[in-house]
Structures are given as C-alpha cells and as structure tokens.
Nanobody
C-alpha cells in the first residue's frame, strides 16, 4: 500500500513537500515515480527515483524546481516542490515500478497511491 500526503493550497512561488510511504513491502529494488493529473488532462510523469541507486530524473516542466529523495529507514519517498506555479495544480500520485524500470509511462507502474491535491493560486 502507498500512502501519499502533504498536498495543500498555496500561492505561486511557494514550496511544498509531498510524502509517499509504503507499507507491506520494502522498496529496495523498485523504481518510484511521481505523477500528476490536472482536471481534464492525462496523468503525466513528474519524476522518479531508483530506490537502489538513488538516481533521479525529472520532466522538463519541473526540472530545477522539484527534487525527489528517499528515506530507506522510513520506506518513504519525497517530492520537494519549490517555486510552484499555477500550472502545477493537480492531484499528485506516487507509484511503484516493481521491476526497477526507469520509465515515465503510466501503464508501466504496478501500484499507486491514492493521490494528494496540490493547488497553486496566482
């Protein structure tokens, strides 16, 4: 089970940190992805992290503003979002790719958290 939290309402330029805690299994060999879905739009890849290597990659739209990290002891992955913009408004999801594949395709992910809403006002 994945539990995402940390969403909220804030003004443009602000920062927010989302958390995604896994329970029932360890993430040691998985790839963790963050996605978001705005109203009327398809779910899109935000970024991801290899749990074993710690390597990360990001969508161009968030590169330089968002940072993904992990805490092995807590079995939790984080999405630090800085310099938020109104276009970042979306439900944000974490997801597990259980074979450790670094992919930005929604269909490649096996487990999903319930999503947490991020709303950025201008």
């Amino acid at each position: 089970q994945l539990q995402a939290s940390g969403g909220g309402l804030l003004q443009a330029g602000g920062s927010l940190r989302l958390s995604c805690a896994a329970s029932g299994y360890t993430l040691s060999s998985y790839y963790m992805g963050w996605f978001r879905q705005a109203p009327g739009k398809e779910r899109e890849f935000v970024g991801g992290i290899s749990w074993s290597h710690g390597s990360t990659r990001y969508a161009d739209s968030v590169k330089g503003r968002f940072t993904i990290s992990r805490d092995n002891a807590k079995n939790t992955v984080y999405l630090q979002m800085n310099s938020l913009k109104p276009e970042d408004t979306a439900v944000h999801y974490c997801a597990v790719q259980k074979y450790g594949l670094s992919t930005d395709a929604v269909m490649d992910y096996h487990y999903w958290g319930q999503g947490t809403q991020v709303t950025v006002s201008s």
